[in-house]
Structure formats: structure tokens, C-alpha cells
T-cell receptor
């Protein structure tokens, strides 16, 4: 049973436009969410996170929105740059429980010049 | 900055060989993890460890074992490599006590090919 779902395997946007990556989760115990970015042949790097006590967190061009009632989060990248082209993974954790992260399958973002 | 290093970036082994993948972190993190990443399947947890000499199975432990004799080092062992273990292997560490979050720090990965 997939607890964290990224339903879009790929996304293509033009440079300068907004990229929106989506993530849905099923486990209501999840209360901490992270986004990672991964280039080919490299390990994932942490991008941004959000706790369930918030509904928005912003860091430069990156903003994560959390809708707890819908069990949905999204990552917005504005403006998108060619260097943002990578695979983006959504991950979730439940505080007070295991310290594992549950990852989605990833969305490959391509930003075209 | 946290640094997680993995012993090899690329590795080619033959079917049936015993394979050791080593991971070292330099930030005194208590948690360490081994994942494999395959196209379309995301990151899948193989094993993790909360402390020295402690290990727990992840989602896909079959065919693998681990060893953690020192806090900074976590080894993944393929007892008898098979072609379906050809994959990218990623090690990670974390410490909610130190960092205040569940963020995991990843190594660069080892691309293992079993022929």
C-alpha cells in the first residue's frame, strides 16, 4: 500500500514559469513532510520541509503548501530555471513513531530554456 | 555540513559474489539508513539502524544484511548478489536530537551492476 503518492511521473515547464509538483498521502499519522531533489548519479538533497502545524513554508523560490484535510501537499517553484531539472521526491514522517521517512516515487521535472 | 560518504560510486560484481557497501557519516548521527532507488519505484528502504549494533528491517530486506559496529559506519551486505539487485544504493543518516527535524542526509550513491 503506497502511503505517499506522486501521481505525475513527469512534468515539463518553460523557464521563468511556475512549476507545481503534487503529493498525496494516506496515513493520517504523518505530520512532517519533506521535499528532496535528485540529480542523476547523485544522492538526494533536502529542499524544504513543512510541519503539520503550518499550511505554508517558503524558502526563496520554493514554497510548500500543505492541505491536511485533503492529505495533499504541493511544491511550487517560481520562477523555474533549467538547473531545477531533476527528480523531486516527496517524503513524510510521523513524529512520536518511527524516524523513518516514507518516500513517493518521484516526479521528473524538466525546465526548458 | 553533514557529510555522508559511500565507499564506491560504481561497482560491477558477478552473480553469486558477496558484496559489501560501506557508508560513513561524520556528524555523530544516531540513525542510519540504506535505500535502493530504481526507475519508477522511488526510494525503497532496505534496512535502518537507530544505534550501534542495532538494526531493523525496512520494506525490502530480502537478500540483504547490515552491520553497524561503530556509530559512524553502516555497512550493507549482499550475501549472494543476483541480477535483480542491480540498482542505485543510497545511504542516509539523521538525528532529530541534533537537527531538530527528521531530515535525512544522503550520500552520493553507489551504482551497483550485477552481471
Amino acid at each position: 500500500d503506497q502511503q505517499v503518492k506522486q501521481n505525475s511521473p513527469s512534468l515539463s515547464v518553460q523557464e521563468g514559469r511556475i512549476s507545481i509538483l503534487n503529493c498525496d498521502y494516506t496515513n493520517s499519522m504523518f505530520d512532517y513532510f519533506l521535499w528532496y531533489k535528485k540529480y542523476p548519479a547523485e544522492g538526494p538533497t533536502f529542499l524544504i520541509s513543512i510541519s503539520s502545524i503550518k499550511d505554508k513554508n517558503e524558502d526563496g523560490r520554493f514554497t510548500v503548501f500543505l492541505n491536511k484535510s485533503a492529505k495533499h501537499l504541493s511544491l511550487h517553484i517560481v520562477p523555474s530555471q533549467p538547473g531545477d531539472s531533476a527528480v523531486y521526491f516527496c517524503a513524510a514522517s510521523a513524529r512520536g513513531g518511527s524516524e523513518k521517512l516514507v518516500f513517493g516515487k518521484g516526479t521528473k521535472l524538466t525546465v526548458n530554456p | 555540513d553533514v557529510k555522508v560518504t559511500q565507499s564506491s560510486r560504481y561497482l560491477v560484481k558477478r552473480t553469486g559474489e558477496k558484496v559489501f557497501l560501506e557508508c560513513v557519516q561524520d556528524m555523530d548521527h544516531e540513525n542510519m539508513f540504506w535505500y535502493r532507488q530504481d526507475p519508477g519505484l522511488g526510494l525503497r528502504l532496505i534496512y535502518f539502524s537507530y544505534d550501534v549494533k542495532m538494526k531493523e528491517k525496512g520494506d525490502i530486506p530480502e537478500g540483504y544484511s547490515v552491520s553497524r559496529e561503530k556509530k559512524e559506519r553502516f555497512s550493507l551486505i549482499l550475501e549472494s548478489a543476483s541480477t535483480n539487485q542491480t540498482s542505485m544504493y543510497l545511504c542516509a543518516s539523521s538525528s532529530p536530537v541534533i537537527s531538530g527535524s527528521y531530515e535525512q542526509y544522503f550520500g552520493p550513491g553507489t551504482r551497483l551492476t550485477v552481471t
